[in-house]
Every structure is written in C-alpha cells, then in structure tokens.
C-alpha cells in the first residue's frame, strides 16, 4: 500500500521543548517537503529536500530543523526557538523531475499543540 | 513577493448547480497550476493540475487556464454534497527551485 505516512496525529508540546514530526513515504519519490497551516490560511513551506543529504530552507524555516538520511524519510524537529509552533504541519512528496507535471502528494498531517 | 489570491467564501451553490472557483497569481514565471481539495481537518488531495491556457476536462471538473489575466479557475458541475471543503489553488513559481505557492483556499458548501 504505497503513500506517506506521518507519526503521531496530534503531538504535545511543552514549552522549551524540541518535539520531531515523522514523515515517510514508500512512494519512491525524490523530493520531500514540510508545510505548515495555520487555520483559515493556506500552506506556508518550511523546508524540502530535492535529494538524499540536501535540503533548502522554505519561507518559514526559523525555529525549525530537518535532515534527510534517508530516501524514504525526512523528520521535521520543531526546537524551543520556534515561539507560536501550534499548526497542522503537512509532510508531501513529488518526484523530483521538476517538470510541468510535476505533482505533490500530501500525507494526513501532524496537529502539533502547545501545552 | 509571490502572491495567490482566491476568494475565501463560503460559496454556497444548490446541489446540482455548477460551481465556479477562481484564483490570480502574481508570479508570470509560472507555468502549472494544481488544484488540491482539503476537507475540514484533513490533509489536501490532488484534484488536476493544468499548464496550457484554456480548458482542461476531468469528470465533473474543469481547470480553466488563461496566462495572460494570470487567471486560472476550477468549474465543478453537478455539485454534490460531499463536494463541500477547501478548495486550494497552487502554481508553481517559476525559477530553478520550482515550489508550489498556495493560496488560503476558497470553502464552498454544496446544499442538498
């Protein structure tokens, strides 16, 4: 059953603390990105990664970390630096051919709240 | 700054009618255009995506694409019920790096 997956649904957070996000996908898909969305806004990139070892910066990167050992896999860390981390945070995957067609999948999203 | 615009809503259309969903974009780099649905507290899905100008058909869906007006639209005929959620319009920018750019989304809320 291909897709992505992202762990846990909802995650708790307490103040100054770093809390990682899951995302997998067995989708054989090169480039993997992280999306926040606050309500009634619409996606606001984090960070994404077009390739094993590499990662680029979104528009809302501060207060937030990634890595990218794997092909499968791309963690997101929310660290006590990020002040209103409260979201659904969305993980996606594409390709990577960059092409007109190029399309984004979504997983079903980590609800992060701050206790 | 790159910027998406789309009505926020709600948009309420009567079961059966067709409903219109329009979005602007700033960037005339870019060259496709996806349309996602979300429902409440759900993740986006895929609907179409379209990159040459004038229609594409899809079921009761149809992506409208015109570059010039940086205009792009989804038509949904038929609305059903279950055809009520967020509505994401998304070009991709142009340049090397290519990211999706997503507007708020439009809700619309078919009544039966």
């Known amino acids: 059953d291909g897709g992505i997956t992202q762990s846990p649904k909802y995650l708790f957070r307490k103040e100054g603390q770093n809390v990682t996000l899951s995302c997998e996908q067995n989708?054989?898909?090169?480039?993997m990105y992280w999306y926040r969305q606050d309500p009634g806004q619409g996606l606001r990139l984090i960070y994404y990664?077009?390739?094993?070892?590499?990662?680029q910066k979104g528009d809302i990167a501060e207060g937030y970390s990634v890595s990218r050992e794997k092909k499968e896999s791309f963690p997101l860390t929310v660290t006590s630096a990020q002040k209103n981390p409260t979201a659904f945070y969305l993980c996606?995957?594409?390709?990577?051919?960059?092409?007109?067609?190029?399309?984004?999948?979504f997983g079903p999203g980590t609800r992060l709240l701050v206790l | 700054q790159k910027e998406v615009e789309q009505n926020s809503g709600p948009l309420s259309v009567p079961e059966g009618a067709i409903a219109s969903l329009n979005c602007t974009y700033s960037?005339?780099?870019?060259?496709?255009f996806f349309w996602y649905r979300q429902y409440s507290g759900k993740s986006p899905e895929l609907i179409m995506f379209?990159?040459?100008?004038g229609d594409k058909e899809d079921g009761r869906f149809t992506a409208q694409l015109n570059k010039a007006s940086q205009y792009v639209s989804l038509l949904i005929r038929d609305s059903q019920p279950s055809d009520s959620a967020t509505y994401l319009c998304?070009?991709?920018?142009?340049?090397?790096?290519?990211?999706?750019?997503f507007g708020k989304g439009t809700k619309l809320s078919v009544k039966p």
């Open positions: 379209i990159y040459s100008n």
């Open positions: 989708l054989n898909h090169d480039a």
């Open positions: 998304a070009p991709r920018g142009g340049g090397s790096q290519g990211n999706l750019i």
């Open positions: 996606a995957s594409s390709m990577g051919r960059l092409g007109v067609q190029e399309t984004q999948y």
């Open positions: 990664s077009q390739i094993v070892n590499d990662f």
């Open positions: 960037d005339r780099g870019s060259q496709s």
